[in-house]
T-cell receptor, first 113, second 115 residues
Framework: KQEVTQIPAALSVPEGENLVLNCSFT??????LQWFRQDPGKGLTSLLL?????REQTSGRLNASLDKSSGRSTLYIAASQPGDSATYLC????????????FGTGTRLTIIP | NAGVTQTPKFQVLKTGQSMTLQCAQD?????MSWYRQDPGMGLRLIHY???????DQGEVPNGYNVSRSTTEDFPLRLLSAAPSQTSVYFC??????????????FGSGTQLSVL
């Protein structure tokens, strides 16, 4: 059974700093990995999707990497802003008989002005 | 640009009552799904559909029914509400019925309390 872990559960950093959020998964047989953002009381917004054959994806100040063999992904946020404060979740699509999206419990990020 | 629309946003039920959570998307997405989000447990898949007339169970289907009569709508029915079904429910969709490889679009959620 696929398990997705995100550590730490919460993180506070001063505005302007670069930061890294971590995601690990137990089964490397995945189709892809997605990073989502969730604001309080709102739904999830997809930020980046990395296919299993890719190593990284970039969108603006966000860069997500994938190391399938070690079961790890990181989300790098450059020059953090107060508007980046949210909960960030990663999720993996399973492969061959485990074709569903398994979510981590998220990292709650607070950017301190 | 409505995207994925869920109604209601909030609902309080008494144990044993039934109700339907509505989900509609206007993006012509083939794949639709329902998740529940509970503190400390992440999102868990309840049911999903890869097209009109086709539904399947997810990780936690007990106590819930779904149907998909049209491409646009995917309602979730609680047959006899229980306190364990207190949660935030999200509907999500993506374009392809080959669900891997596509970004998921989420609705804003329904907060359900069962007393």
């Amino acid at each position: 059974k696929q398990e997705v872990t995100q550590i730490p559960a919460a993180l506070s950093v001063p505005e302007g700093e670069n930061l890294v959020l971590n995601c690990s998964f137990t089964d490397s047989a995945i189709y892809n990995l997605q990073w989502f953002r969730q604001d309080p009381g709102k739904g999830l917004t997809s930020l980046l999707l990395i296919q299993s054959s890719q190593r990284e994806q970039t969108s603006g100040r966000l860069n997500a990497s994938l190391d399938k063999s070690s079961g790890r992904s990181t989300l790098y946020i450059a020059a953090s802003q107060p508007g980046d404060s949210a909960t960030y979740l990663c999720a993996v699509w399973g492969n061959f008989g485990n074709e569903k999206l398994t979510f981590g419990t998220g990292t709650r990020l607070t950017i301190i002005p | 640009n409505a995207g994925v629309t869920q109604t209601p946003k909030f609902q309080v039920l008494k144990t044993g009552q039934s109700m339907t959570l509505q989900c509609a998307q206007d993006m012509n997405h083939e794949y639709m799904s329902w998740y529940r989000q509970d503190p400390g447990m992440g999102l868990r898949l309840i049911h999903y559909s890869v097209g009109a007339g086709i539904t399947d169970q997810g990780e936690v289907p007990n106590g819930y029914n779904v149907s998909r009569s049209t491409t646009e709508d995917f309602p979730l029915r609680l047959l006899s509400a229980a306190p364990s079904q207190t949660s935030v429910y999200f509907c999500a969709s993506s374009y392809s019925s080959d669900r891997a490889g596509e970004k998921l679009f989420f609705g804003s959620g329904t907060q359900l309390s069962v007393l």
